[in-house]
């Protein structure tokens, strides 16, 4: 337990005990939360467990934690109901002591699951011998029996034990399981008859009609419809998503062949419960007073089930027969008391089938005769209820739980002197509140409730619920915790109605309506129905209805005495047994995961008495430890105590000195015989924070002690294996190194021989030698090739001999790579300009001068100035040239006229269809001429921008031939050609005059020159155009 008090602010306390202030429920509230959420189910207050309903399957019961809870000390391991199981069995072997675990709590706390695990852990750690085989499936197998009998769904809880329960699992003398035997409590019978909405009758009915064969069903006559039936729809929740009755039915049918039932019985059986829901089908009709069957269908088939005559048991339902002192006398029954009869009937055979089947089950539970048992008890029963309506039913349960508190608090009180007694620690009066005058209020004789309600019940003349209530209010009027509506203030009043009386339980304040408390506490069945059950064939109801019965002149006690008997044999089995408790809580009312309801808690806290408990454990001291132990986990605190006790020094005297160290007051603790006594949880916390301190001091030391040692170990191992390895590898290295010696000698002299005659034919002599020269040439080519075109005369000369061919060869096919790859990288306009370079030199090479110096200049489609062009933007781009025509080239050229051969700038711009000549200074169209209408373009061949356009005579408007010179003579012509796709329309003068065309046919000449030292065009003294070129 101790281990995780450092996680405490995480996961809270495991013992209660140990919270520092023991009055806060809130506090303690909080600690259950924390620990709720980290899935801890369980806490302890002292040896109490503490268990709240996790709604959801954990991984905290299987094999593994039934071992790690075996024979283990209870405070050496969280808590756990395999702790308090443990402990019990351990308590019984060691002690021979009977033992008892008490579970409790209400509806939905998770009551009947764990009694389930304390069966489980029974089962799993005894030996599988066939008898005791046996009984640890017969223990297992009585649960799906009991919950489908006596368990129902109901708005807190989809399996919730209507009754109580306390099963003694008994033990030969070395601890194995040799038997069993159960006792039951106070079934509630009233809901085989009435579910209010949202809530179902027993299990039973609802597994029968989902999971019997079609041929059983029509045995019984009965469909598989709940809502056919009045007993089973009266609620309105037949089908339960998480309730598979059909599969439950056959672990039910399984376990009663286990349980030694046989076929013929449970036969019998199924015919039970197939008759209780056709009585719940008989309806009644009036006739001037007297009852009437309304079908007589069901009665007959109940007849059938029960093996009886139809005619007694028709007489029974409408008759009554009173035996008064020898005089019979019969009458009949009115409606409404019919339907009491019929009622009352099925609650009564339900019942004694209940009882029928606990018996069957005891009979198979029954030890072999003369052996000697010790017994572990369970008792599952049912927490204190507080319903908006509250009856006769929670009136007893509560009476139930009232008892078992007065019980618990003064077996603790008992446990805890004792201990103080064996410790020779002197005890301190603890104060508590005794609920004995809350007992005393339900149970004394002639004065409580339960004599004034047997007294009404058996009293001569007209007694009814209200007449028991006057009865309490005049015999109970001055008890403080009796309140009713007559008894209250006018503020009271208003809180409590007339026919209500309020009980001031431990647990809290119930109010209770006496509306029906006399007829549940009388349980009659009329006579005439006893005797029809009596005679019938059916070997249940034969056996539970007894003709004695009939015969008996005692009347039977009611069913309050019977109870209030029942417990107090309860509470003196109980007292003969060492016992153990298990307080279950249900963390919210939607039974879903993960969620905890503060105020639903708190209720149950409450009513549980869990702060009494834990304000009795913690009057005297919080914390008590053995020696051993307490010494084995805080010894480290102290030098004197570590690592271990001075020879002859006991653990009492270590614990001693560890206190002293520790500086204890003198008060926070004290000395017993066998353990130490921590009065103040905060003593402890402030102990295990100081060893949790330690704790990780003395990690550190020890790991790095366990390191140095553990690397110390991994380094001798480690510089081992280096040594053989390193053997291993000098051996194969030297090996190694003489097989390459070897080869190498052997290349070597292949080498040379090779080289001596490597002009020779190749053969095997030179073949190596060969290889190797050419991949020696390889090797230095691949570092030495071209990097682009432009460095194809970079190309190695020299090369061996027998490389010749290759050499030249692989020099054609690297050029066409570097051109192939050139070509792929160039752009669409960088590979027109390609293509224009080569329309260029098919036109001008070696046909005129000053081509060659052009070669290495790129051509470009605009050569206008930056003033021109925005001109020839403005103008002619956006508004002369037409929109289907697309520009390609425009340059400045100057004009020179015909007549006086005066010159003058224009731009000569080319688009995809026409040849246009603009003013330079607006680019205005001065001429426009198709491709089609251009009938020669002359240029000379000297060096010089001369352009002559030949036009066709029949253009008057165009005055003649146009003389132009363009200073890029060479790019104007080629995108001239590429555009007009007509290679024809360019000629090229050898001459050194030519004529052109003026208007009116006449004619001029242009005389070419390369006389003079200054170039260009001008006109001569002669009248013609002289053009001065190199």
């Given amino acids: 337990m101790e281990s995780d008090l450092a996680q405490r602010d995480v996961i809270g306390v495991q013992d209660a005990v140990l919270l520092e202030d023991i009055h806060s429920e809130s506090i303690f509230i909080d600690n259950l939360e924390k620990r709720f959420k980290e899935n801890l189910i369980y806490t302890y207050i002292g040896p109490v467990l503490i268990s709240v309903n996790p709604y959801k399957e954990l991984s905290t019961y299987d094999a593994g934690t039934v071992e790690k809870y075996r024979n283990v000390n209870f405070y050496e391991v969280p808590p756990h109901v395999f702790a308090v199981s443990d402990t019990a069995l351990r308590a019984m072997r060691g002690e021979h002591a009977d033992q008892c675990i008490l579970i409790s709590g209400e509806s939905g706390s998770g009551k009947t699951e764990a009694s389930k695990k304390i069966l489980q852990f029974i089962a799993a750690i005894s030996h599988n011998q066939k008898i005791v085989g046996s009984v640890k499936e017969k223990l297992l197998q009585s649960n799906p029996v009991l919950e489908a009998f006596g368990n129902a769904k109901t708005n807190r809880n989809n399996n919730s034990s209507r009754f109580g329960k306390y099963m003694d699992t008994e033990f030969s003398s070395i601890g194995e399981p040799v038997g069993g035997h159960i006792l039951n409590y106070l079934l509630e019978k009233s809901r085989v008859v009435y579910q209010a909405k949202g809530e179902r009758n027993f299990h039973i009915f609802y597994q029968l009609l989902a999971g019997a064969d079609d041929a059983l069903l029509a045995n019984l006559q009965l469909t598989r419809d709940p809502s056919n039936y009045f007993y089973t729809k009266q609620g309105e929740s037949s089908k339960v998503r998480q309730i598979d009755d059909a599969a439950d039915f056959k672990l039910v049918n399984a376990a009663m062949k286990v349980m030694d039932l046989e076929e013929a019985e449970i036969g019998a059986i199924f015919r039970i419960i197939a008759t209780i829901l056709h009585l719940g089908n008989v309806n009644f009709g009036d006739n001037n007073g007297r009852a009437t069957l309304d079908s007589k269908n069901e009665v007959n088939t109940m007849a059938k089930l029960l093996d009886c005559s139809f005619d007694s048991i028709e007489n029974a339902l409408l008759n009554k027969t009173i035996d008064a002192r020898g005089d019979v006398v019969t009458s009949p029954l009115t409606r409404d008391e019919a339907l009491y009869a019929r009622d009352a009937l099925a609650k009564a055979i339900y019942g004694r089938l209940f009882d029928w089947l606990v018996r069957k089950l005891n009979e198979s539970l029954t030890k072999a005769e003369n052996q000697k048992t010790l017994v572990v008890g369970i008792l599952d029963i049912y927490g204190f209820e507080i319903f908006e309506k509250n009856s006769f039913e929670q009136f007893c349960i509560n009476y139930c739980n009232e008892k078992l508190q007065q019980l618990f608090i003064e077996l603790t009180l008992k446990s805890e002197q004792e201990e103080y007694l064996r410790e020779g620690i002197q005890w301190e009066p603890i104060k508590y509140f005794d609920n004995k005058i809350i007992v005393d209020l339900v149970e004394e004789k002639h004065k409580g409730i339960i004599a004034i309600m047997d007294e009404e019940c058996l009293r001569p003349g007209e007694s009814s619920d209200r007449t028991f209530l006057a009865k309490m209010n005049k015999n109970l009027t001055f008890h403080p915790h009796f309140i009713s509506h007559e008894k209250c203030d006018n503020k009271g009043r208003k809180t409590i109605d007339r026919d209500e009386f309020r009980v001031l339980h431990y647990a809290g304040e119930v109010t209770y309506n006496v509306n029906g408390f006399l007829d549940k506490n009388n349980d009659l069945l009329f006579r005439d129905l006893k005797e029809a059950m009596s005679n019938a064939k059916n070997i249940i109801a034969k056996e539970t209805f007894t003709k004695s019965e009939l015969t008996s002149k005692k009347r039977p006690d009611t069913a309050a005495s019977q109870f209030k008997n029942s417990l107090g044999q309860l509470s003196v089995i109980l007292k003969s047994k060492e016992p153990s408790y298990i307080r279950c809580i249900k963390p919210n009312d939607d039974q879903v995961p993960n969620k ?203 090369c061996p001999k027998s490389c010749e061919d290759a050499h030249s060869t692989l020099r054609l096919l690297h050029l066409r790579w570097l051109v192939r790859c050139y070509f792929k990288n160039l752009s669409p306009e960088r590979k027109k300009m390609f293509e224009l370079k080569v329309l260029a030199e098919k036109i001008f090479d070696g046909k005129k001068n000053g081509y060659t110096q052009t070669i290495t200049v790129w051509f470009k489609t605009n050569r206008l100035s930056n003033e021109q062009n925005t001109v020839f933007k403005a103008n002619f781009e956006n508004g002369i040239k037409p929109p289907n025509e697309n520009l390609i080239y425009v340059c400045p050229v100057v004009k020179y006229d015909r007549h006086g051969y005066k010159p003058r700038e224009r731009i000569l711009a080319l688009t995809d269809s026409a040849l246009y000549l603009l003013d330079a200074k607006d680019a205005k169209t001065k001429h426009r001429l198709n491709f089609k209408q251009l009938v020669r373009v002359r240029i000379t061949k000297m060096k010089d921008g001369l352009v002559l356009v030949n036009i066709p005579e029949e253009l008057k408007k165009d005055k003649g031939d146009l003389i132009l010179s363009c200073d890029f003579v060479f790019e104007a012509l080629t995108y001239l050609i590429d555009i007009s796709k007509n290679p024809e329309l360019l000629a090229i003068e050898d001459t050194s005059s030519i004529t052109h065309r003026m208007i009116d046919g006449k004619e001029g000449i242009i005389e070419v020159t390369t006389n003079g030292g200054a170039t260009g065009i001008m006109k001569g003294k002669n009248g013609h155009l002289i053009v001065v070129s190199q």
């Fill in 596 to 798: 905890f309801n503060r105020d639903i808690v708190s209720h149950q806290v409450k009513y549980l008495g869990l702060m009494e408990n834990l304000r009795v454990r913690r009057a005297g001291f919080a914390y008590r430890r053995p020696y051993e132990g307490f010494l084995n986990r805080y010894k480290a605190l102290c030098p004197a105590t570590w690592p271990h006790l001075k020879q002859g020094m006991t653990p009492k005297e270590g614990v001693q000195l560890l206190a002293n160290h520790l500086k204890y007051g003198k008060d926070d603790y004290r000395m017993g015989k066998t353990k130490i006594f921590i009065r103040l949880p905060r003593t402890l916390f402030e102990t295990e924070d100081a060893f949790q301190k330690r704790k990780n001091e003395l990690l550190a030391k020890i790991q790095a002690i366990w390191k140095g040692r553990a690397q110390r170990k991994k380094y001798l191992k480690i510089r081992a294996r280096i040594i053989q390895v390193q053997a291993k590898v000098r051996k194969f290295l030297a090996k190694r190194r003489a097989q390459k010696r070897r080869w190498a000698v052997a290349v070597i002299r292949g080498f040379i021989q090779g080289f001596i005659a490597r002009n020779e034919t190749p053969s095997d002599a030179n073949k190596r030698f060969l290889q190797f020269v050419r991949f020696q040439y390889l090797l230095r080519l691949s570092k030495q090739l071209p990097k682009s075109v432009l460095e194809k005369d970079k190309w190695p000369e020299r």
